[in-house]
T-cell receptor
Framework: GAGVSQTPSNKVTEKGKYVELRCDPISGHTALYWYRQSLGQGPEFLIYFQGTGAADDSGLPNDRFFAVRPEGSVSTLKIQRTERGDSAVYLC??????????????FGPGTRLLVL | KQEVTQIPAALSVPEGENLVLNCSFTDSAIYNLQWFRQDPGKGLTSLLLIQSSQREQTSGRLNASLDKSSGRSTLYIAASQPGDSATYLCAVTAGNQFYFGTGTSLTVIP
């Protein structure tokens, strides 16, 4: 595949609803990262997958946020009981071998989430 | 916790000028530093990656330096063009995480 893709590109939901955001990494990349970018801010780390397992989920803000990568490729970020403060751009990135953050990460275009 | 600061927050220059963007970080225990470009409504594009053992990296009109001991990096853009207009983000890597600055919004005026 060409690059990292994310769907949907935009998502509008109501407070309290459940949403799922999808990331398709570059084929063959073992590491996958999720970030959240609020308006006027830099991206903030949420979670890092090495293969199927979450190697570091220390950035998830609370237990309403959960992410999976069951087959070591596509990942889904799940947000329960959404709040207005969850509104942000959710970015996904992948890298070839993982090695933590020591190699270049390739970013997708992001999903813009708006919680009304 | 690592904190990354970028100065200035916004910069406007006429076409053809050389310019410098600054990035500082609080903890020198990093693996590498990376500069990204972000266009409105788009994801991030990696520009330059400097490993912690390196002092600088160059790509075309871009040159990035790293002084790990002082916690500073600069991105030098030569002969700026209107197409360089974007937000430039620096990020340092520690552990498994990237720590991003808030970015410098660059406008190059034709």
């Amino acid at each position: 595949g060409a690059g990292v893709s994310q769907t949907p590109s935009n998502k509008v939901t109501e407070k309290g609803k459940y949403v799922e955001l999808r990331c398709d990494p570059i084929s063959g990349h073992t590491a996958l990262y999720w970030y959240r970018q609020s308006l006027g801010q830099g991206p903030e780390f949420l979670i890092y997958f090495q293969g199927t397992g979450a190697a570091d989920d220390s950035g998830l803000p609370n237990d309403r946020f959960f992410a999976v990568r069951p087959e070591g490729s596509v990942s889904t970020l799940k947000i329960q009981r959404t709040e207005r403060g969850d509104s942000a751009v959710y970015l996904c990135a992948s890298s070839l071998n993982g090695a933590g953050g020591r190699e270049t990460q390739y970013f997708g275009p992001g999903t813009r989430l708006l919680v009304l | 916790k690592q904190e990354v600061t970028q100065i200035p927050a916004a910069l406007s220059v006429p076409e053809g000028e050389n310019l410098v963007l600054n990035c500082s970080f609080t903890d020198s225990a990093i693996y590498n530093l990376q500069w990204f470009r972000q266009d409105p409504g788009k994801g991030l594009t990696s520009l330059l990656l400097i490993q912690s053992s390196q002092r600088e990296q160059t790509s075309g009109r871009l040159n990035a330096s790293l002084d790990k001991s002082s916690g500073r990096s600069t991105l030098y853009i030569a002969a700026s063009q209107p197409g360089d207009s974007a937000t430039y983000l620096c990020a340092v890597t520690a552990g498994n995480q990237f720590y991003f600055g808030t970015g410098t919004s660059l406008t190059v005026i034709p």
